[in-house]
């Protein structure tokens, strides 16, 4: 019933892009922060884009000016347009969301449900070659 769904993912040469799409079913985004993760390989998992109500959106300085969040209130979906992709963008991207609105952990450990940030996706691969 409740879940997100990511796919858009691929592989890219240095330089390109990609539009990554998550839907949403069971909840809409009313009261909700929605946002991407993402994981690599013997690193955490961090928050690479964030949405929610009116608080904006947020991104960390490594994809600032390179990443795009949106959303689409209507299709119950959020978007992560990727630009200028470099190779250590290359990992598993996850939807995640936040039904309670206490806003998004910008690091942990693993990308898995923690406190109120309980919803995830399965991940979609990103490959980035140089």
């Known amino acids: 019933e409740v879940q997100v769904v990511e796919s858009g993912g691929g592989s890219v040469q240095a330089g390109g892009s990609l539009r990554l799409s998550c839907i949403a079913s069971g909840f809409t985004f009313a009261g909700t922060d929605m946002g991407w993760y993402r994981q690599a390989p013997g690193n955490d998992c961090e928050l690479v884009a964030s949405i929610g109500g009116d608080v904006g959106v947020y991104y960390p300085q490594s994809v600032k000016g390179r990443f795009t969040i949106s959303q689409d209130n209507a299709k119950n979906m959020i978007y992560l347009q990727m630009n200028a992709l470099k190779p250590e963008d290359t990992a598993i991207y996850y939807c995640?969301?936040?039904?309670?609105?206490?806003?998004?952990?910008?690091?942990?450990?693993?990308?898995?449900?923690?406190?109120?940030?309980?919803?995830w996706g399965q991940g979609t691969q990103v490959t980035v070659s140089s």
């Open positions: 995640a969301a936040d039904r309670e609105a206490l806003g998004l952990v910008a690091r942990m450990r693993q990308c898995q449900p923690y406190r109120s940030l309980e919803v």
